[in-house]
Structure formats: C-alpha cells, structure tokens
C-alpha cells in the first residue's frame, strides 16, 4: 500500500532574528547575527555575557495577560509559533476535522526559568510561596497542552525532550504519524527558553560556551579554525505538516514536501560526539526517503560552532556520502540564530524547507579561516541562489540521540 505523502503547509518562528518567519527569514539571508549581551539577568559573575535572545517578542500578543503567569517562556514561544503556523497555512480547525489535527511540540529543558524562581521563592520563604502554577508552567508537554487547548486540536498530543534532537524528533514523528493514517495534520517542532542564570551557567561550567565576550556577534563560527564553543539562544520553530491531498483539496500554500526522517542512538558518550551516530542517521533519513545519496544539494547542519563537534558532523558526512559530501553545500545558521538546544531542530527544519522552497540557501557567516579538518563547502558568509531538489537537517543531542529529516522541492 503507498505510504500518505506528507507536505508542509505552514512554518512558525520565533528567532534572536526576529519574532516571525518574515523577519527570521530575511536575516538569514542578511546574514545578520542575532547574537549580543544578554540583557535577562546580570551576568556580572558568569564567564559568558552574551547569547542570543529572542529580542522584543511579547508574549501578551498571544496569550491573555491572567494567563501569562502559567507558562514559562518556552511555552510562550511555543504558542506564538504555533499561532503564525496555523495562520499561515489557512487551515481551519473546527468540526470533525479537529480530531484529525494533532499537536506535537517538545522542549530540550522545559521551564528552567520557572523553576529557578520558585525555588528561589521556596529557600527565601518556605514550600507555601511556591506557586500553584509551578509545575503546569514548566513540564515539557505543557507547550502541545496549551497550543491543542487554544486551536481546539483534539488529535495526537505528545512532547519530546532529547535535547537538541528534540524539535527535530517531534517533527519526524509527526511525519510517521501523518503517514501512518493517524492525523491529517500535526502541529509540530520545538521549543526553548532556557537563557537563565543557572542554564548559562551550567553550560559554561561543561565548557561548552563560546567565550568571546568582547564580540559577542562573531561568537557563533561553525566551521571556522577559531570556533570556541556555541552561543545559547532561544525561541521555536513550529511547522504544519498535513497530508498532501487535503492540502490540495482545500488549495494549500506548499513550502515542501517532508519524504524521510531517521533516528539513532551513539551508544558512545554522554557529551561527546561520535562519527558514527550521525552518519547512520543520515543513511536511514536518505533510505527512508527512497532516494540516491548523490541526489541531496544541501544539508542544514547541526553545526553548533564546538571544536569537537563541527569536524565529527564534517567526518560523518564524509562517511555517509563519500566523494559526494564535496559536491552538496552545507550551511549553519546557528552561525546567526545561536544554538536554541530543543527548538533548534524545530527552527532549522523551517528554514530547510523555506530553502527548498525559495530555491536559495543561507549562509554560515563568521567564516574567516578555513579549517582543513572541515573542508566542505559550507557556503561562507553570503547567501546562495541555486537549485535544490533534496534538503537534509541534522539534529544531535547529548545523550547520543540524533535525528534527520529529508525535505523534498514539492512540484505537484
């Protein structure tokens, strides 16, 4: 029996670009950073000062101010995603049709800020000033609760949490479900907003963090030779996926179409990389999708701007592609959006799709010396007009748990 084909219809992001697709979008192509200090808290005793933020996004524009306090940031986010996916793809949930939407947004960390706070709030006064909200603000799938309660979906409704795999998993298993029968349409991605004083610095304590705190903007190198680390940044990004012919039937936009998704496990280390995780991943997405390895143009790397990291990704599509991984192009936008650890799967799916779609691929900007351990072509500082008819995002998380999705130029 052919598998359901399945379509993107709608992206939503919130981004340190901007606080929509059009603005996240179009800095992209700019090739603007959206790093600079963080203005959250006071950084005055952490190592690192900056990260990327998702700058003037207000939460009351979507959600009703009495509700604000029950949600952390990351399900703000979420909702806003959410709302400008929906929109965007002019779907209407109502009827019948609600049980056939489903709602799948995950989230890396959850409501770090939330619980810094009320614990904070329990040590200065006791367990009775902790708030009644504290736990329904911060739980994982407290995103897809409060996106399925304010659209009316009543179709799956799950969460992920594989860190910065996460968005890209909840994507992918949207995808399968929709294939398999079970929805005709999921919202989906992920979700983060973890730019706190204990995330910061725990991660700074892991060595994990950039360090340039006197050029916050050039922090974010993927690829270069004087990478130091990735910059933590916040925000969602939150697709409709839908199967093709209902999209058809009710003359949907199609930004893509979505043919592959894999998943697999390292096995090997709780932080570090591992070669073959990532090339068996990229192996399974490829197989899934039915397709040759030489037929993929680019690949929206996971490409966080980590010494270690950056040349595993490089080894790793050496090894799944062989002489071909000279000839597609690469990119990190994390290179601009900072690294959104749960949502960046989410965020960077949209922008694959948005680039098979536009037929352009953005760069990796703050690329100044060539590193010989990472010599592909990662399509340095301007962005790149050309033809793309197959699209990978990569997605790793700690833990070793990786996921891949295979967009497809949709053509009828």
């Known amino acids: 029996m052919p ?7 709608g992206i939503g992001m919130v981004s340190p670009l901007g606080n929509t697709t059009e603005e996240t979008w179009a800095g992209l192509l700019a090739g603007r950073s959206g790093v600079d200090y963080i203005t959250k808290f006071d950084t005055s005793q952490h190592t690192v000062k900056f990260a990327a933020e998702a700058k003037g996004f207000d939460p009351a524009k979507f959600i009703e101010k009495k509700e604000l306090k029950k949600m952390d940031n ?3 986010y979420a909702v806003a995603g959410a709302m400008e996916a929906l929109r965007d793809s002019g779907l209407q949930i109502a009827g019948d049709l609600a049980e056939e939407v489903g709602v799948y947004i995950g989230s890396g960390i959850g409501g770090f800020g939330v619980f810094e706070r009320e614990h904070t709030k329990m040590m200065e006064g006791g367990p009775s000033r902790i708030s009644p909200f504290f736990i329904p603000a911060s739980i994982v799938n407290l995103a897809s609760g409060h ?3 304010m659209t009316g ?15 890209a998993h909840a994507i992918g298993d949207s995808f ?9 349409a999921m919202i989906c991605g992920g979700s983060e907003g973890a730019i ?16 340039r705190n006197d050029d916050p903007a050039r922090a974010s190198r993927p690829f270069d030779k004087d990478r130091d680390g990735f910059v933590i940044g916040e925000g969602a990004g939150i697709l409709m996926l839908e199967e093709l012919e209902h999209a058809q039937a009710r003359g949907a936009k199609i930004y893509a179409e979505i043919v592959g998704y894999g998943m697999t496990g390292d096995a090997y280390h709780m932080t570090a990389p591992n070669v073959d995780g990532p090339r068996r991943v990229m192996l399974r997405t490829i197989k899934d999708g039915s397709i040759e390895m030489n037929q993929v143009d680019y690949i929206n790397v996971h490409g966080t701007s980590t010494p270690l990291g950056d040349k595993n990704e490089t080894d790793a599509i050496k ?3 062989g002489e071909h991984a000279y000839k597609l192009a ?20 949209g922008i694959t799709a948005l680039s098979v779609y536009h037929q352009i691929i953005p760069p990796t900007i703050n690329y100044e010396t060539p590193d010989p351990d990472c010599d592909l072509d990662c399509v340095p500082n301007v962005a790149r007009q050309t033809k793309l008819e197959y699209a990978l995002s990569n997605s790793f998380g700690f833990g070793g748990t990786n996921a891949a999705l295979l967009f497809k130029r949709y053509g009828g």
Do not use: W
């Open 3 to 9: 598998k359901r084909r399945v379509v993107v219809t």
């Open 74 to 76: 990351f399900i703000y």
């Open 147 to 149: 996106v399925s309660i």
């Open 153 to 167: 979906a009543k179709g799956p409704n799950s969460a992920t949490a594989t860190a910065c795999s996460t968005g």
């Open 176 to 184: 399968k479900i929709i294939q398999r029968g079970d929805a005709l």
């Open 196 to 211: 706190t004083p204990m995330s910061v610095g725990g991660f700074a304590r892991l060595q994990a963090l950039s360090t």
């Open 319 to 321: 090894a799944a592609f």
């Open 330 to 349: 690469i990119s990190s936008t994390k290179s601009m959006t900072g690294h959104l650890l749960g949502g960046a799967g989410g965020l960077e799916a």
